[in-house]
């Protein structure tokens, strides 16, 4: 239990993934399972900050701290990583919400229960 509350960051980020998975899994509206999703890329991105952070050491930005010694700094891949994921993210995201706005438009519906059966209602009338 001691281990749990020294690495609370990476305990919140697990639970964050967790919350974002359970709500993408179990939601039938559409834009609780984006929120969802959301939610999860919050997590792993907590996850990958708190694990590249190291206590007591600098940022390795150049021309602020001037030293050659790697022991110094915190290892900035990712953070770089969380940069690049929160952008592939808000284009997933924006997508998403496009394709729902469109859904939305041809079935007056975010259920995906109801969806479902008015693709297989237009199948069936079709044939």
Known sequence: MEKLFSNYMETVAILLFAIGFLILLFNRNLIKKIMGLNIMDSGMYLL???????????????????????SLYINPIPAGLVLTGIVVSVSVTAIMLSLTVRLYKRYHTLNLDEIFKLIHQNEDEGN
Do not use: E
Not at 48 to 70: K, T
């Open 48 to 70: 990958l900050a708190s694990l590249g952070y190291i206590d007591g050491r600098l940022a390795p930005v150049g021309g602020i701290n001037q030293s050659s010694d790697p």
